[in-house]
């Protein structure tokens, strides 16, 4: 009988504390495939969401993603309109400087896109020094263009950038490498090309208001668990077709 009642009892500290979970509002920009992006449905998918809603699973919160448009996000978590961010955000001196950073996820670096018709004449990125660049906005693909040369555009999404690209509205794109060879494989369109050299490495991290020092804790727990428990590289595989 006791055994029942102590099952029971359980049962019910479980049910609220899923009922009680709290919901954390992390903010994402929605055309950085595969990291996020918007299905077919409408629905907000990509490795990251995945990541994020694993590591709410363990540190023990709901995850409510909204979207908006990545210059926003750190001003956002500033003015406490959103928890936190995950959106590809590299981690630097000067956003650090502003809010709080997880351990790191996920090391990239940037590569640059060109027209296929255009590969003999641009072989490395130091070759593109005296063209015309294209990056999104606010992103270290716009640090490093306008490093390379200074005649860049910027724009407000991935997508629009390399469409400037492929109308000749400028020589090449710069991006994180994984969003590049995402698109270079999904939209099997062979009239762009990936040049074969990776400019800095970068190391990927989840923004974190400095004013909530126990939710960096929390997802940095949650983030070392899922590590530990293969859900990361379960979630890794999925979107990169490889286990890290």
Same mark, same amino acid.
């Given at each position: 009988?006791?055994?029942? =009642?102590?099952?029971?009892? =359980? ?5 609220? *504390? ?39 699973? @363990?540190?023990?919160?709901? +995850? ?9 996000? +750190? ?21 650090? $400087? ?27 990125? #130091?070759?593109?020094?005296? *063209?015309?660049?294209?990056? $999104? ?36 794109? =710069?991006? #994180?490498?994984?969003?590049? =060879?995402?698109?270079?494989?999904? $939209?099997? #369109?062979? *009239?762009? +090309? ?13 923004? +974190? *208001? ?7 804790? $929390?997802?940095?727990?949650?983030? #070392? ?8 590289? @379960? ?10």
């Amino acid at each position: 009988m006791k055994k029942g =009642l102590l099952v029971a009892a =359980l049962t019910i500290c479980s049910a609220l *504390s899923i009922a009680n979970a709290k919901t954390i509002k992390i903010g994402t920009e929605a055309t950085f495939a595969p990291f996020e992006f918007t299905n077919e449905k409408s629905e907000i998918i990509g490795f990251d969401i995945d990541i994020i809603k694993a590591i709410g699973a @363990e540190a023990g919160f709901d +995850v409510e993603i909204v979207n908006m448009p990545f210059d926003a996000l +750190v001003p956002s978590v500033l003015t406490s309109q959103l928890e936190g961010a995950i959106a590809g955000v590299t981690i630097t001196e000067e956003r650090a $400087q502003r809010v709080n950073f997880s351990d790191p996820y996920y090391k990239s670096g940037i590569s640059a896109v060109i027209r296929k018709e255009d590969a003999s004449k641009y072989p490395t990125i #130091d070759s593109l020094k005296s *063209s015309r660049l294209c990056a $999104q906005i606010g992103t270290t693909g716009a640090n490093a263009a306008q490093k390379i040369s200074g005649n860049f555009g910027s724009y407000n999404t991935v997508p629009e950038a390399i469409m400037e690209l492929k109308t000749k509205g400028c020589e090449a794109v =710069l991006n #994180d490498r994984p969003v590049n =060879l995402y698109f270079l494989r999904t $939209q099997n #369109d062979d *009239s762009v +090309v990936e040049i074969k050299e990776l400019l800095n490495g970068e190391d990927y991290g989840i923004m +974190v *208001s400095k004013k909530n020092p126990e939710l960096l804790k $929390q997802i940095n727990e949650g983030l #070392d668990k899922i590590r530990k428990n293969g859900k990361f590289a @379960e979630i890794h595989k999925k979107w990169f077709n490889v286990e890290e």
